[in-house]
C-alpha cells in the first residue's frame, strides 16, 4: 500500500484526477438511477473514465463509490450490496492506475444529520466501516471522505476508516462563499475544519467542489493560517455551470485555470485535482503545470 504522505515529504506536489459523474452522465446514466451500480453493470465503462485520468496525468485515481453509503443504497434496494460496489469500485480504478500509482476511494457524505436525530452515530459508524473495509479489499490505498459539511459526521468517517483499516485518510469539506466568509452548509469554516479534523486524525485535509479554482486560493490561504504541515488537497469545480442549448456548460475551462494553478501551488497546495465539469483536458493542464513545478525542486 502506497502512502500519499511519503510522496509528499518529498518536496513532490501531486496531482488527483477529474469528475466522475459529469462523465457517467455522458456514457449514459439516467437522473434518477444509481451511479454506484455501474461498477456492477457497466464495469468497462466506469474503467474508462478511471483510465482516462490516468493518462491524462493523474497520480492519484479515484473510484465510482462517493455515493456508497448504506442510506443512498437503499434509495435503490441495493444496500445488501454495499460491499460489492465499494469493493468493485477499488477494483476497476486499480486496474486503471496499474501498480504505481494511487487509488483513492471516495466516500460521500450520507445525507442524515445526525443534529436533527434521524439517524444515530453507530449507524454512520457501521456503515462507513463497512464501506472502508471493502475500499481496501479492493485494493484502494487511501479513502477521500469528500464533500462534507458537518464535523460530527466527518470525525465518525475517519474514526471507521481509521480503527478498520490501514488506509490513509484524507477529508475534504465543501464551502460556499457569503460576502468575504466561506461556510458549510452547517456553518463551518475554513479554519474550524483544519483544526477539527486535525483533531480527529485526518492526515491529508483540504477543499472540493464548490465554485471553482479561483476561491480556492483564498480557502488554502484560510487552512494555512492555521496549520502550514498538514498536506492539503484541492479538487474545484470548473467554475459554475449554465444550461446552454441543453447542456451544463462550465465557465473554468482548461485554458482558463492555467493562470490559476500557479497561485494554487503559491497558497500550500500539496495535490490539485478537480471535481464537477472538470475532464482529463483540465487535468492535463493541471499535471504540465505541476510537472513543471516538481521539475524545478529536483
Do not use: Q
Given at each position: 500500500m502506497?502512502?500519499?504522505?511519503?510522496?509528499?515529504?518529498?518536496?513532490?506536489?501531486?496531482?488527483?484526477?477529474?469528475?466522475?459523474?459529469?462523465?457517467?452522465?455522458?456514457?449514459?446514466?439516467?437522473?434518477?438511477?444509481?451511479?454506484?451500480?455501474?461498477?456492477?453493470?457497466?464495469?468497462?465503462?466506469?474503467?474508462?473514465?478511471?483510465?482516462s485520468y490516468e493518462i491524462a496525468g493523474s497520480d492519484i485515481i479515484s473510484t465510482n463509490s462517493f455515493g456508497s453509503n448504506i442510506f443512498k443504497l437503499f434509495q435503490y434496494n441495493l444496500q445488501d450490496k454495499l460491499s460489492e460496489i465499494c469493493r468493485t469500485a477499488a477494483e476497476i480504478s486499480r486496474k486503471a492506475a496499474g501498480p504505481d500509482k494511487i487509488v483513492m476511494a471516495s466516500l460521500g457524505p450520507t445525507g442524515k444529520f445526525l443534529i436533527m436525530g434521524d439517524v444515530t452515530s453507530e449507524e454512520l459508524y457501521n456503515s462507513f466501516k463497512q464501506q472502508a473495509i471493502a475500499f481496501e479489499k479492493g485494493g484502494a490505498d487511501a479513502v477521500c471522505i469528500e464533500t462534507f459539511y458537518a464535523l460530527d459526521e466527518a470525525e465518525l468517517a475517519i474514526k471507521a476508516a481509521k480503527e478498520n483499516t490501514s488506509l490513509e485518510v484524507i477529508c475534504t469539506f465543501t464551502f460556499d462563499k457569503s460576502g468575504n466568509e466561506f461556510k458549510t452548509l452547517m456553518g463551518v469554516s475554513p479554519q474550524q475544519m483544519v483544526e477539527s479534523l486535525i483533531q480527529f486524525g485526518a492526515d491529508i485535509i483540504g477543499a472540493n467542489c464548490g465554485s471553482g479554482f479561483i476561491d480556492m486560493i483564498e480557502i488554502v490561504k484560510k487552512i494555512r493560517e492555521v496549520s502550514t504541515k498538514i498536506p492539503v488537497i484541492i479538487q474545484a469545480n470548473a467554475g459554475l455551470p449554465v444550461f446552454e442549448n441543453g447542456e451544463l456548460i462550465y465557465s473554468e475551462t482548461p485554458e482558463k485555470i492555467k493562470a490559476i494553478i500557479p497561485k494554487l501551488i503559491e497558497a500550500g497546495t500539496n495535490i490539485i485535482g478537480g471535481c464537477c465539469g472538470t475532464t482529463p483536458e483540465h487535468i492535463k493542464v493541471i499535471a504540465e503545470i505541476v510537472g513543471n513545478y516538481n521539475n524545478r525542486k529536483i
Open positions: 502506497r502512502k500519499i504522505s511519503e510522496l509528499l515529504n518529498t518536496g513532490k506536489l501531486l496531482i488527483s484526477d477529474g469528475a466522475w459523474g459529469t462523465f457517467l452522465f455522458k456514457k449514459g446514466l439516467v437522473t434518477g438511477s444509481c451511479p454506484e451500480e455501474w461498477n456492477l453493470t457497466h464495469y468497462n465503462d466506469v474503467f474508462d473514465i478511471a483510465k
